[in-house]
């Protein structure tokens, strides 16, 4: 009886906030210490791979705004939305190819065509997203929420087990068509425009949707949704149309990362969607879940870690860690504060 009572004195005084406070303080002095020194050892490897970080951050801000999204009206983690972004990846690969014959060397040709191509994987990956909402989750509304989590694991399987019979179990390859021209140089590297794009894909895509989310009919209606479902009826809010609008925007967000991602890597596989989008997932509870200048923010610092720890030299862990330096700090910020950084803690219902 004594030990059971001592327990939850324990956590509550690993959770005070001197002491959360006094650890963090000392692991971020220690972090910008061992990123000093790889900057002072060798600062043009630091900067190429501070640049590289923040365009993979970029990638994994398009898949963690979908998750937020959806985690925001429904608190659903949808499992499957990293496989809508590896289907888009196939997708861009598929119309890009064989659809517009796009191929390395076209000049200024490519640009219409990438423009098209991210208009039909956008709109492809939004249907898809819809339809899985439709058929997967909206019957369990209102279940027990282990009975939709479940669901969205097994729609995760089944679009990788599609996936894996259209095109097979080895990596498919995308033209390499951004140009790599110069944009700027910091530090003696020079920023290309295959990894400036992707910065541009991502600000106006976040721009547009606090716009959406904050300022238009629409968005009042989702935002009254995640609040109460039932109250945003009985005022004439159509719910399963909302709900079904959230996932075809981040369906669709999905798709515009499937093709910045293709693009940009130019490998994609059957199984790539499921272990982007835990990271993903990761950044948007890092940031803040449901926020989505929060889910940006964790995205670019996930991207950054992984990039320092598989690019520096000095002491770096490698790459065989990261995903075990991604899912610590998912344990940490869930332990020490399940917000995230720019989430706002609410008090749990009972």
């Keep these: 009886m004594a030990a059971d009572a001592s327990a939850p004195r324990l956590a509550s005084r690993l959770r005070t906030p001197s002491v959360v406070t006094t650890l963090g303080s000392l692991f971020v002095v220690m972090l910008f210490g061992w990123l000093a020194v790889n900057l002072w050892q060798t600062p043009a490897d630091f900067f190429e791979v501070f640049l590289i970080g923040i365009t993979t951050g970029c990638v994994y801000a398009l898949v963690a705004l979908g998750y937020t999204l959806v985690y ?183 798709g515009a990362a499937g093709v910045l991602y293709s693009l940009y890597v130019t490998t994609v596989r059957y199984d790539q969607g499921f272990q982007l989008g835990l990271i993903a997932f990761t950044a948007a509870v890092l940031g803040g879940i449901g926020n989505l200048p929060g889910a940006v923010l964790g995205a670019i610092l996930i991207g950054l870690i992984q990039a320092f720890n598989e690019g520096l030299n000095w002491h770096a862990p490698g790459s065989d860690w990261t995903q075990s330096l991604v899912f610590s700090i998912l344990i940490l910020i869930l332990v020490f504060r399940p917000e995230g950084l720019l989430g706002e803690r609410t008090p749990e219902g009972g």
């Design 72 to 254: 925001g009206i429904l608190e659903l983690i949808n499992f499957a939305h990293g496989d809508v972004f590896m289907l888009g990846g196939m997708f861009t690969i598929t119309f890009a190819t064989i659809l517009f014959g796009l191929h390395h060397g076209q000049g200024a040709v490519t640009i219409p065509i990438v423009f098209l191509t991210l208009v039909l994987v956008m709109a492809t990956c939004g249907a898809i997203n819809a339809s899985i909402e439709f058929i997967a989750y909206r019957p369990l509304r209102g279940k027990p929420r282990l009975a939709p989590l479940i669901t969205a694991i097994g729609m995760s399987f089944v679009i990788q087990d599609i996936a894996l019979i259209w095109k097979g179990p080895n990596y498919i390859t995308a033209p390499d068509v951004f140009p790599r021209s110069k944009v700027f140089s910091i530090g003696g590297v020079d920023y290309g425009w295959n990894k400036m794009i992707v910065v541009l894909v991502t600000v106006p895509v976040l721009l547009v949707l606090l716009y959406l989310v904050q300022k238009t009919r629409q968005g009042k209606a989702m935002r009254a949704t995640a609040q109460d479902m039932d109250a945003s009826a009985m005022m004439g809010i159509n719910v399963n149309r909302t709900i079904s609008f959230t996932f075809v925007i981040a369906g669709s967000l999905a």
